[in-house]
């Protein structure tokens, strides 16, 4: 792998499973550019974002795609997202950057977008690319995350709707999963609301919840939670509790007694993992400056249209 430095900043600093606060000045260093990235997929038929060799992952179907659209080796790529979502999860507003050891002026970053949408398949798609300042990393940078789980709450689900909401046959009463949703408010350690990861990374159980809300459109309902970070699973075992009270199992305070145990066992008592394709990644969020573009590189691309030079049917 090329040990690049990014305008300065050490390529480690970008690397997947390094943290930008080691020290790697023993590594070469060389130029390199850093590329941000917006996505969208649908994550049903993925095994979550992180690379595996043989099963499909979000992480290396996107690999795969820029491999061939730079002409770069896997490993030089560097690729980060911003969140490790878990298998069948989806996302309208995923984060990642990538690194390369040359520069794209505007039509070559069009050209490159492109072609990167053209490789990808139908369900991940590249909305933005952006060149990015070297203090700028998919996965540090996050000031917070917003997620969205929907609930499809009617007596038989639409079809439309079935891979992207879970189907809830019960009767809800919404008043209740509110009050339950503002004991989640502010920062608590959530070690009862988190599964075990199957590597052994130290993380810290403390996390701040900005925002809960329950919004009601039709059969739909959306559970939309706005935080710091969150834990492996955590939301989705926050929406299983909500749901419980909901159903009027529970009352709505066994939210903060369970908080206080800080033991996942103690909720497991009362409410199973909600499944993961009613989840979705809307946006991620970073501090204005760290979103900046560099004074020497191109504009962002959104994409573009195909210029038609003859009048013809796109379809018959």
Known sequence: MADYATLGLPLAAAHVDDHPNNNFHHQQKQTAYKWRLLLSYDGTRFQGWQYQPIIPTLQSSLEQALTRATKLERNDLCLVGASRTDAGVHALGQVAHFLTPFNYDYNRLEDMHAALNGLLPPDIRVKEVSPALPEFHARFSVTGKIYHYNVYNDRVMDPFHRLYAYHNLSRLNICVMKEAANYFLGKHDFSAFANKQRNDRVVNPVKNIFRLDIIEKGPILR??????????????????????????????????????????????????????????????????????????????????????????????
């Open 223 to 316: 559970i939309e939670v706005e935080g710091s970070g969150f834990l492996y699973r955590q939301i989705r075992n926050m929406v299983a509790l909500l749901l419980q009270i909901g159903r009027e199992a529970i009352p709505p305070d066994i939210v903060p007694k369970i908080l206080a145990t800080r033991d996942r066992k103690e909720l497991a008592k009362v409410a199973l993992v909600a499944p993961p394709h009613g989840l979705c990644l809307a946006k991620v969020k970073y501090n204005e400056e760290h979103l900046l573009l560099p004074e020497d590189g191109p504009a962002t691309s959104f994409g573009r249209h195909r210029s038609i030079s003859k009048c013809k049917l796109q379809y018959y």
